[in-house]
């Protein structure tokens, strides 16, 4: 299997299921490889962006969540519309240039709304790039206005939306039927991936993991985003969260995943994933100093400054990042810093007296 893996060749599930018993440093050096294939340049990209997460009141009530209303973490709120310009504003104030929007699944999040929402954004900010609204989010607006996804996604773009964020969980139908059976399906979120490229759009792949799933669980995730991205190339980036139990239904029957599970799961991914180019480092759960090694696991991104993320707060996890100490975490780590948007295009490139 090695002898494939530094040959450039594709593995299979059945040679990803015997990597769990690969050591740490091994996977590392063989997912180096991988990556040094796919982007040699020794850059690591990061992004100026605000997270907005617009409301708790979800009907999805994710059991791995502590963040939506029944949860009894965070009281019940919803942001005016003049709330969430107001952010957006202050972000571009502060030299973003994207945001991230997501918020929960509820009758008063309607596609109407959405629509006015982004094209009122938009139309202030043209250059601000819109990375909106969870696969699980369009789903549900489809549904509720009796329109295909394809047809919502369209509306979404025509009023400025400019990406999707691939908020994927765990794509195995077991696992998504016991921790979040309101969301969409697997097939609903490969779904609304074929919908975004028809319209040549972009969406990433994420992975939430240690929630008690086995292994072969994570390796058919793996598998799906791989058959998606061979099929539509959707994909611009892969990042993998490991749950933050804390707080949530599932506190107590679950251990943390600790930072060598998570380089280990970040090392298999590079591996796996050999037609995704840009693989995250995942600081916003894991922090700065693990975000830091894992650019010697394969990963060559380490994502958004995230302003004001609210989610993995609400666990008791409270990472925090600025341009400047992503920068610091990029050359701590050997590479160079490249500042880049929404579509991972080099906005800056860095040196170390400019970092």
Known sequence: MEKKIFSAERIGADEALAMEGMGLFALARAANERMLRLDSSGEVGYIVNRMINYSNICKAQCKFCAYHAKAGRVAPFRMSDDEIFALCADAVGRGGVQIMLQGGLHRDFTLPWAENLIRRVKTAFPKLWLHAFSPSEIVWFAREENISVEKCLERLQNAGMDSVPGAADLLVPEIRRELCGNKCTVEEWTGVMRALRKLGMYSSATMTFGMGESFRDRIEHLDVVRRVQDETGVFKAF?????????????????????????????????????????????????????????????????????????????????????????????????????????????????????
Do not use: C, H
């Open 239 to 355: 990042i993998a969260w490991p749950v933050s139990p804390e707080n949530t239904q599932i506190e107590g029957k679950v251990d943390r995943v600790g930072a060598p599970e998570f380089l280990k799961m970040l090392s298999i991914a590079r591996i796996y994933l050999d037609n995704i180019k840009y693989i995250q480092s995942g600081w916003l759960t894991e922090g700065l100093k693990v975000a830091e090694i894992a650019l010697g696991f394969g990963a060559n991104d380490v994502g958004g400054v995230l302003m004001d993320e609210m989610v993995v707060r609400a666990a008791g996890i409270d990472n925090r990042a600025t341009p400047s100490n992503m920068r610091r975490v990029i050359l701590n780590a050997g590479k160079t810093p490249r500042e880049r948007g929404g579509l991972y295009e080099t906005i800056k490139i860095f040196n170390r007296e400019e970092a």
